[in-house]
């Protein structure tokens, strides 16, 4: 790895290579467009958890979607709640459209039957399929912010203790 790459948590390299798409930032706004993508990101990642459980709950109730005992609720969800936040990050360009976010009405839906359950597990599947896209797009747009942050410290080392302050 040369001294103008980074290693993503994906384990390949990214080029720090100056944004066009963020030279027009000031270093705050930079720094403050990262921190509203990582918020964003965490929200969504929230929800994508939230439609994975939920997933879990539906098929480990079996038919009718009866009661589940508190060893079948652990079974179903496992350890899913360590609260710790993963940051992948990828690359895209800041002009690509984010995607859009599901309608979440049916994660709280109860299913009648069967048939219900497997109607709901496959909206829920379509709902994650699409925050999934849209928590990529994040990652990749944070990735690029970051690169330039880089960037940008590399040119002037001393602007990275400007964060202390502020």
Request: charged share 30%; net charge neutral.
């Amino acid at each position: 790895m040369t001294t103008a790459q980074v290693r993503s948590n994906v384990g390949r390299t990214v080029p720090m290579e100056p944004s066009p798409h963020l030279e027009g930032l000031s270093l705050g706004e930079l720094r403050s467009y990262r921190g509203c993508l990582r918020n964003e990101e965490e929200r969504v990642s929230y929800w994508r958890r939230l439609v994975h459980a939920r997933i879990d709950l539906l098929e480990a109730g079996g038919a009718g979607g009866g009661s589940l005992s508190l060893t079948d609720l652990a079974r179903a969800l496992g350890d899913t709640g360590t609260g710790q936040a993963r940051r992948a990050l990828h690359r895209v360009r800041v002009a690509d459209p984010l995607p859009e976010l599901p309608v979440l009405d049916e994660v709280w839906m109860v299913p009648a039957d069967d048939a219900g359950r497997d109607e709901a597990v496959r909206r829920l599947r379509g709902a994650e399929g699409q925050l999934t896209a849209y928590r990529s797009a994040l990652h990749e747009r944070i990735d690029e912010a970051t690169a330039e942050l880089m960037v940008r410290y590399r040119r002037d080392p001393a602007s990275a203790l400007t964060v202390l302050s502020a």
